[in-house]
């Protein structure tokens, strides 16, 4: 009992000193990222049925975020949005797949000056350039003690791209699967046997990844480094289901976010104000004790995290480019209104190719033809497109109402528009007639025709980005 007072006060101490300056110790940093993981999609985030035991451990024993957004709801726009401190639009790389530009500089680069060993494990998606910034790779996730025994000991920046619960999807991945008869169906989504059967999968794909997760963490304890690593949990974008991943809704766009630090963070936080992952970059070089680039749109949230008392952001942002189909979507988010802007309304949606392939798609597209689905499993099919499209979240969570056109909202509609407008002309954002790439997928069929990116078109009369 003694030895446990002491050490509580000695965590207690060192938790004091290192945010009030008195010292500062480099933390190990370890980054898990989920492939195509709905927020709501965990234990720790209110799904029953899930089982997520390691990273609800993480969320116990940390800081979770309830309102986190990404800037983007497509993979490497993503993950290079984040790992640069830029929004998508800002670092050459928005559409799909496309590489990091030379120019461009990704957090391990400068942690490495501060002394950090920095390795990446399984998905990148960065580009050679990206790539060649990190000192370490492997395509194995088992790999991580031979990072730890590479990495001696410096203080370490691993970031771990798993694959699941993307698709496609496997059978046997988990000794006890999931019962889709169980499992918890969206509203946007058709309740039908195939909708559950995909479900499934996907729910036995993330508890795949929790187990990884939990060999990493039984891994830091057991070398003694557990106490000393900020380990940070979320998503690159929604679940890979229509009306989710590759749209502007909170299904597409908001992410589970923890951060789990036993000697820098209280435990045990539920934090309620905004948050953006543009803000990641700024404040994990400002944990290790680098000084944050002119160049990052975000800034450290390092203060929150030792005060939850502070207040989150005002307003978030969203984009979404070429993704199998282009579009030119931006939105604006406050702690209740969504703002959506799209530039190409007549066609459907643009649903990526990797979802229009599944069996949920299939069941929507088939009762669409027959008039059979409700307005929100409707809305990625029909045209026109609005042009804009208002939320109230706190009223209409499933965002299935469009207030744009209410009398009652055009004052919130008017500042949100504003706020847009401001943003993208701060962030250089190009217009939707500089360029434009021809999709390569039936966004009325869902059938990927090209296995190609063609390169986008370029009127004569554009000089370029700003």
Known sequence: MCFRIISIVMACLFYSLCFSGGIHVKPNLLILIADDAGWQDFGCYGNPIIRTPNIDRLAAGGFKSENAFLTTPQCSPSRISILIGKYP???????????????????????????????????????????????????????FTNFLDSSSTRPFFMWVGFTDPHRPYKKGVIDDPHDPEKVIVPPYLLDDSDTRAELADYYNHISRMD?????????????????????????????PFPRAKGTLYDSGIKTPLIFHWLSGIKPGVSYQGLMSVIDLAPTILDVAGVAIPAVMEGKSRLQVLSDPELPG?????????????????????????????????????????????????????????????????????????PAEELYDIAADPDESKN?????????????????????????????????????????????????????????ENQSGRN
Request: negative net charge; glycine residues 8%.
């Open 403 to 459: 207030l744009i056109n209410d009398p009652q909202y055009q004052e919130v509609a008017s500042e949100l528009r504003e706020n847009l407008k401001q943003w993208q002309e701060q962030t250089h954002d190009f217009s939707p007639l500089e360029r434009r790439h021809p999709d390569n997928t039936d966004r009325y069929s869902g059938i990927k025709f090209d296995q190609t990116k063609v390169p986008p078109f370029i009127p």
């Open 211 to 239: 187990s990884q997760i939990g060999n990493y963490i039984e891994t830091l304890h057991d070398r003694g480094l557990l106490e000393n690593t900020l380990i940070i949990f979320f998503s690159d974008n929604g679940a």
């Open 89 to 143: 639009h800002q670092t050459g790389a928005e559409d799909l797949h496309v590489p990091l530009p030379e120019s461009e500089i990704l957090i391990p680069a400068y942690l490495k000056t501060a002394g950090y060993f920095t390795g990446y494990l399984r998905k990148g998606h960065f580009g050679p350039n990206g790539h060649g910034q990190f000192d370490w790779y492997s395509n194995e996730l088992g790999d």
């Open 313 to 385: 952001r005002e307003y978030v942002y969203s984009e979404r480019n070429w993704h199998n189909c282009d579009e030119h979507m931006r939105s604006v988010r406050s702690g209740r209104y969504k703002f959506i802007s799209n530039a190409y309304t007549d066609l459907p949606h643009g649903t990526p190719a990797d979802i229009t392939a599944g069996l949920a798609w299939k069941s929507l597209k088939k009762s669409w033809d027959n008039g059979k689905l409700t307005p929100v499993q409707a809305m990625l099919f029909r045209i026109p497109r």
